[in-house]
């Protein structure tokens, strides 16, 4: 295996995690908590719709996950809300066992679930939290009223239940130091609200009839939506047929059922392994030359000769592997986290890309 390095005159390596103490951990749905880290001498700012990848071992194995910032940006508290999914490694400890007090490895904010705030304009957003879907949208919402004085949103947030309903409080709080720049309208899908509109399975037909009776807005300036991909694949589909151009349309997913090319960590080679392609990585000033093999993503190939390679969900979601591809090409598998403008300036998810190429350069740094 080649693992040459150029431009040794670099930093020492560093994979750009550093510790967040926690500062406040707050009970908010029946399993959801929200945590707040000191920033400590670190001014860690943010845009809003980010969010910090945290990562953590369990019996050994290093899991890394994401969880968006839900405060306002560019420094507000920085605090995230985990919702404890079923069987859920992660959650299930951050939300029962994480204490204050306690260190967490985070990377730095990233992500492009955000957009260009101008102070001057005023613009009229529609937003769509689904679940814990609202933790970026809250952070989306509160930056843009703060922020953007003249303009207004349209919110609809869907829930199973009122009562599992997350960061509730702090979103009527928004709404009432902004009143009437901001107006939500509640949808659940296993609660009887009284009207067939907001009650029931948010399917096509539902979500047509929410953007008719202006809960979503389609002639909005920007939408935002997040929470399952059917769901807001049928609204992004919606708002298009209703008049949103598409690349006024946000959207962030937190989790597919089709995992792409997922995998844990590369996988071992051994001396039947097949040698595919060749790869140049560039990554915090330092330029390594790897092998790809036969079942290899181009983040696999990365990663077994630099261990700082950034990532966290390995399925096309986060984009916190993205880079720039310089010289050759590949294919991704899926690609949930990069936008069509994105995409065509050579961004692409390495957990996701495999080479068509005998060689491919690729820029984490870019
Ligand atoms: C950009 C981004 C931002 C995110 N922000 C948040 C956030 O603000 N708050 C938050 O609570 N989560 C958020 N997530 C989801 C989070 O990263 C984890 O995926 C989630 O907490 C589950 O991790 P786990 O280790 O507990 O579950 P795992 O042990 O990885 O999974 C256990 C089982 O649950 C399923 N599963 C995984 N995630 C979900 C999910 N979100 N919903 C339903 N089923 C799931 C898996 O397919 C698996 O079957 C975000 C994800 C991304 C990519
Ligand atoms: S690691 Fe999340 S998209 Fe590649």
């Given amino acids: 295996m080649t693992a040459t390095d150029t431009d040794t005159g670099a930093a020492p390596l560093d994979d750009g995690f550093r510790p967040l103490r926690v500062a406040a951990i707050d009970h908010d749905t029946d399993d959801s908590v929200v945590v707040t880290f000191d920033r400590g001498d670190q001014r860690l700012r943010f845009e809003h719709g980010q969010h910090l990848t945290l990562r953590r071992e369990f019996d050994g194995v290093e899991l890394r996950r994401s969880y968006s910032i839900c405060s306002r940006a560019p420094d507000g508290p920085l605090r995230v809300a ?16 994480l204490q204050v007090g306690d260190e967490i490895d985070a990377l730095p904010p990233l992500g492009h679930f955000t957009h260009r705030i101008d102070p001057a304009v005023a613009r009229s957003y529609a937003a769509l939290a689904a679940g814990s879907g609202i933790t970026p949208i809250l952070s989306i919402v509160s930056t843009i009223l703060a922020a953007e004085p003249l303009s207004q949103v349209s919110l609809l947030y869907v829930n199973r239940t009122s009562r ?8 009527l709080d928004v709404r009432d130091r902004h009143l009437g720049r901001l107006s939500i309208a509640f949808a659940f899908t296993r ?5 067939d509109l907001l009650s029931g399975r948010p399917d096509r037909q539902r979500v047509e009839h929410w953007i008719d ?13 997040c929470g399952p991909i059917e769901l807001t694949t049928d609204v992004r589909e919606a708002l298009v047929e209703a008049g949103l151009p598409i690349d006024r349309i ?27 392609a060749t790869g140049r990585a560039t990554l915090h000033g330092r330029t390594t030359e790897f092998d790809l093999y036969e079942g290899d993503s181009v983040l696999d190939a990365v990663q077994r000769v630099r261990p700082d390679a950034p990532f966290s969900c390995r399925s096309g979601v986060c984009s916190t592997c993205q880079a720039v591809v310089v010289d050759g090409a590949v294919d991704m598998a899926v690609n949930y986290g990069l936008t069509d403008d994105e995409v065509g300036r050579g961004y692409v998810l390495t957990c996701q890309s495999t080479p068509t190429t005998d060689h491919v350069d690729v820029d984490y740094d870019t």
């Fill in 82 to 97: 985990i919702r404890r999914v079923p069987g859920g490694v992660f959650s299930t400890w951050a939300s029962t066992e």
């Fill in 164 to 171: 599992s309903a997350m960061l509730l409080d702090e979103l």
């Fill in 191 to 195: 609660e009887d609200t009284g009207g």
């Fill in 213 to 225: 009776a202006g809960f979503l807005p389609a002639d909005a300036d920007h939408a935002f939506l």
């Fill in 250 to 276: 946000h959207r962030e997913i937190f989790t597919t059922k089709q995992q792409g090319t997922a995998t844990l960590a590369p996988q071992e080679i051994s001396e039947d392994s097949v040698a595919v």
